[in-house]
């Protein structure tokens, strides 16, 4: 019994301190019929617990931090300056009444917040946290991810079928064609690291944006130009694949009320918005992965002091803080707006970066392909903006009814 | 070969995109169009001089750029082009003649609607004729003379919508196509024998002595060598184009054309081409066969006076050596080249041709009214004169008259356009009259054109020029004939270009009652500058061209037979004899046209002419050209008319019955096919039909468009395929 | 076949029934999806993971979705009154059961069925099939392109609403 | 029974079911799941050829399952898009009623 707790506080140290292979003095210690599940286990739990715990977090600081940028305080009475009301809340969802509506169906709307709640944990197993903390390494990780990400549309859909109510079939209507058409910039922007490293194992990924030897900067995709192009599309599309504002059109209160989650309420709700949330930390972790050197320090001697996954929350944190930064800021888009914008510009902008990519990929000289590459890229980013951008109608105002002369 | 040589192409390439840029010229910018075609003219001008220059400093070398157009299988085909004096020659005085032409015109065309088309068609005609001028290669030449004809064809019918300057460009172009079509037979003609259309070509052109002595030699029968019938075919073409009996009905009337057309292209260029043609291929046309054995020689010898073209001559091309060797008549001795030098069959055809003309033409002037007709009739004289002067004298006496023919000759004409102008479109010459006061400068360009014509002494090259004919002439051996006829024509000229002058300069003016419908002044008037200015230059060039060509120093002479010109103070007597000859029929001409017309001048427009009160009949003769265009109607128009209606009977009546018959009979089986078709073959195909549709109609039940009975069916089939498949 | 296959196939059989008798068509999609999903898993079980996740994205996520709007766009959303069965289904349906009777049949009794692979043999990887995809098969790939611009753009215009008649057809 | 003859099974049996989806069913949607139905079952053959067979190794199997799949993509979006156009047009999506090319 002490062997075992032993090794399974040198496990989490190990873990804690960036060592290979946490789990390697400690399964030997389970009996052999039940060590792979053990292994599995160990691998899940983390997740399970810390991501939850990660989404009560922005919960609170997304409240408080939308309550600045609008000049208000957010939550400041549940524990101290309020950062236990994800408590309050849960507590909350978790003892009220689940309300199905009669006419629902209902089966599928039972199992809805599950279909959507189990892919996302699902995707997390495939992300390298750190530098030996990578739950499952999938010769097609990048592969896996897109598959089970797109299940989520279904639930979705079901969800706002099963609910029996016409905002719901709306909104979910809504956010089946917005997340199908943001998923083919958000998988091209991801294709051209694909094209860059030649796997679409994401350990390699990471290992590819590893500084050279020698080097003092990091080699992260982003410092390219198709890489930070890229790493832009990638960006936006989460946010719309993720239904945060600007485009959270399909729970658009001041139309349809909540969209496809309007009938759900206590802890189906919770489970809803856990999804979707855990979604959004999802991507952030698969734009980091890509594009931002994954748990990569910028400098390569920071790495030797600061443990791997550390970089890999910092820069998760960073990337949240940006979300809510943009939700704060920006206003809601139109409808047409939205599908102008995946299918005519960044649609366009994704296939003229795989070029890019192609170029960079092709060109021996440094200097020659930042030069073409960087070109390519502004010109149809610029050529695109233009042509797209409807004719200006600013002009001097007139009043139409009042008096020109009220002096 | 000097540089000018091969950029010599320009000359006739320059008017030539002028006329391609002309073509797409919209009229809004016709003030563009003279100064584009008058540059290229001026420029070309420019440049030939510098090759007349160039020619002039090496008169014998002739400068010769051949490339290859084109192969008929093995057989290359060469164009080029030549920089002799010949070619010098004529291309600075084309250019000089054609650039105060184009000028004239700008002027006399001002109000014209079609006045970009016109610059068009001359320069057109300019390239074509810069391109006559110095081809190389008698293709060349023939392809540019055809282009030269639809020249002169576009621009007398330029006002194509009068009927009879239509029908005049119909009879022009379709008269010189019967001359071309000898010259197009020589041609071939000269090819199979020569295997080569260049001129010069290194010791291969067919004008070169090899080739010459070849063609020489070749009896083709009929009496005749090679060389005879290919130069008499091109003189075919040459008559044609040069308006010589019997084909020069078309030249008179080609004076529908604008009166600029008339002073460039039928008068001082395109006519002269035919002269031009002969002067080119003269090698050909003088060719003699060469020397029988020394035996024979001596039995012939033994009859004097045979008229045998077999007997040996040396080139009599030049006048000065003419007097050497004329009057050795008859010589026994067998050793040297001695006989009476009878030329060569083509040169006589061409003499007597051309002096025949000069007469005919000259007698018809005589009794014309039309200002620009008299001056045409006058034109087919000259050029008589100058074929005359070719067969008796040589290149160089007939070449000296056409361009000092060309220059008073356009000057005329211009000029007769100036007094058409200021009449107001009056080409009647006894409308007009007492002119000299309205129209000074016209006059007096006028005056030094018809001395210069009539050959008024010293001062005027056409006096130089036409005594040189008459002495080669004086001097033709097989005939004096030819030399009585042309001082008789001579004499005739300076007549009738009295008569002309008086009718239209003396007097008071005539045409006032005519035409007056319109309001203004119907006075005369004098003409722009545009126009007079022409006129001074070439009157000046009328004068100042005698200087090249006086028997004291023959330049022009020694140009083209390619020696330095010497000065020669003696003048033998036989040059002075003529000379006084012609003085004296000039003075005659013109005492006796001032006697008969100037005394009394004709008051009004009535007034018969005094030689029609003196002879009627023969005045109706005169007037009416001899009836040769009623002739030529009569005859062959009306022959070949008769043939057509034949034709049209033919094909009306026999072939048209046997068409006839052929649509009957094939009426008739159509019928029979229409009953076979409906009473047996309907009829059965009917009944299968029905049966087909009534069976279709029971089978289609099974087709009721449900798909998924089809699949059942289907999937049925497929199970019991598997069944047989897998146990069978 | 271990267990988890066996668990996966009779997942598989079962949805495949739902799929084809559920009256509800939103019901038939949704386990249509089951099938879809049930048999990626399978792939994944016969080591054919790129095979299984592509799968999944291209039957769950696209042709799952394209489904269920082409049922709410028929309007076959709720529950049907009218038979849901075309007349005569009876004969469709013996065809279909005699044609799993014959295959099953043959199946189970061939022995001419080749032996499986001792092991040892390597299976293909990823980076072998990405090879064959951009080399040998590349002219296939393309084609495969091209028929999916084809198709979809087809489809774009075959759903586009038709334009309105014309008043003189109408009259 | 082998594994290689148990995925033939089950195969055959989602072929069958698709079969009938196609057979009995009205609706033009059903008949499209049920082709999807038999398409799956051949390429649960083909992979179960590929991987259960004797050359594991080779690629042929996997291949044409991929092209299958895009394929299949391609069919279902035109049917499907035909599905829409002739109930925009016939108001009905039931194959029963779309019999205007009958004999």
Known sequence: MMDWIREFLGMLWKTVSDQPDPKAAFLPLIPEEWRSETSVLLSIAPLMMIFPALFALTTVVERKGLGRIQNRLGPNRVGPAGFLQFAADGLKTLTKEDIVPRAADQLVHFLAPLALVVPVFLTFSVLPFGRHLVPLDLESGLLFFFAIGAATE?????????????????????????????????????????????????????????????????????????????????????????????????????????????????????????????????????GITLFLGGWHAPLPILERWIPSYAWFFAKLAALIGLFIWVRGTLPRVRMDQLM?????????????????????HFLPNPLARWAASSILLAGAYVGLGRALMPPSRIGKRVYRYAPQDSR | MSPIVSWLWLVPALPLAAAAVLCFLPDRLRRFALPLAGGAMGLGFLLSCAALSEAARSPSA??????????????????????????????????????????????????????????????????????????????????????????????????????????????????????????????VWLYGESGTLLFYDQGAGCLETSAIARMAGHAAGA???????????????AVGKSGQIPLHVWLPDAMEGPTPVSALIHAATMVAAGVFLMARVYPIASALPPPPPVAQVASVASAPNAATPDAPAPAASHPSSLPSSSHEASVSAPTSVRSTPLPALCLRVMAWVGALTALFAALTAVAQTDIKRILAYSTVSQLGFMFLGLATGGV???????????????????????????????????????????????????????MALAGVPLFFSGFWSKDEILHAAALWSPSKWPFIIGVAAAFLTAFYMTRQMVYVYAGEYRGAGRGADGGGSMDPHESPSLMTIPLGALAACAILLSVLGTPVWPWFHAFLSGHAPRFEPSISLGVLVVMFLSVVLTAGGIGLGLSIYARAPSASLADEDPLEAWRPGLWQILRNRFYIDELYESSFIAWHAALGRFSAWLDDKVLGAAVESVRLAALGLAWAARLCDEFAVNLGFDEACDCLRQAAGRISRFHDGQAQRYLRFLALALSALAFWILWK | MNGLTIILSLLVIASALGAVALRNLVHCALCLMGVFLGLAAIYLCLDAQFVGLVQILVYVGAVGILLVFAILLTRGGGAELSPFFSPSWAIGAGAAALLALIMVAAILKTDSLPAPDAGGAELPTLAQIGKRLMQEDVIVLEAMGLLLTAAAVGAIVLAMPEPPPKKEEEA | MTSLQGFLVLSALLFCVGLGAVLTRRNVILALIGVELMLNAANLNFIAFARLGPH????????????????????????????????????????????????
């Open chain 1, 154 to 286: 279904l639930s979705v859909f079901m969800a706002g079928w099963a609910s029996r109510n016409k905002y719901s079939l709306l909104g979910a209507l809504r956010a089946v064609a917005q997340m199908v058409s943001y998923e083919i910039p958000l998988i091209l922007s991801a294709l051209t690291v694909v094209m860059a490293t030649g796997t679409l194992s994401l350990p390699q990924i990471v290992d590819a944006q590893a500084a050279g030897n020698g080097e003092w900067l990091a080699r992260w995709h982003v410092f390219t130009p198709w890489g930070f192009f890229g790493f832009a599309l990638f960006l936006v599309a989460a946010c719309a694949e993720a239904n945060r504002a600007p485009f959270d059109l399909p729970e658009g209160e001041s139309e349809i009320i909540a969209g496809y989650y309007l009938e759900y309420s206590g802890f189906k709700f919770a489970l809803f918005f856990l999804g979707e949330y855990l979604g959004l930390f999802a991507a952030c972790g698969l």
């Open chain 1, 340 to 360: 102008n914008l995946a299918w005519k510009f960044m649609l366009p902008l994704a296939l003229v970066n795989l070029l890019a990519v192609a170029l960079w």
């Open chain 2, 62 to 187: 002739a400068g010769v750029h051949n490339f290859l157009w084109l192969e008929f299988g093995g057989s290359p085909l060469m164009l080029g082009w030549i920089l002799d004096p010949l070619s010098a020659a004529m291309l600075a005085m084309v250019t000089f003649v054609g650039f105060w032409i184009f000028v004239f015109s700008a002027g006399y065309m001002a109000h014209d609607p079609h006045y970009v088309r016109f610059f068009c068609f001359l320069s057109l005609f300019a390239s074509a004729m810069l391109g006559v001028v110095m081809a190389n290669s008698l293709l060349l030449l023939f392809m540019c003379w055809e282009v030269m004809g639809l020249a002169s064809y576009l621009l007398i019918g330029f006002w194509f919508h009068k009927p009879s300057a239509a029908a005049a460009a119909k009879k022009a172009f379709i008269t010189t196509r019967i001359g071309d079509i000898g010259f197009l037979l020589g041609m």
């Open chain 2, 223 to 237: 009496g005749m060598m090679a060389s005879t019938g290919i130069s008499l075919l091109l003189f075919a073409g």
């Open chain 2, 396 to 450: 160089a006496v007939g070449m000296f008259h056409l361009l000092t023919h060309a220059f008073f000759k356009a000057l005329l004409f211009l000029g007769a356009g100036s007094v058409i102008h200021g009449c107001h479109d009056e080409q009647d010459i006894r409308a007009m009259g007492g002119l000299r006061r309205w129209m000074p400068t016209t006059f007096v360009a006028y005056a030094i054109g018809m």
């Open chain 4, 56 to 103: 594991p190794n080779a690629m042929e199997g996997w291949m044409f399952v991929v092209f299958s799949i895009a394929v299949a993509a391609a069919e279902a979006a035109v049917g499907l898009a035909l599905v829409i156009a002739i109930y925009r047009r016939l108001r009905t999506a039931h194959l029963d009623q779309m019999d205007s090319l009958k004999g």
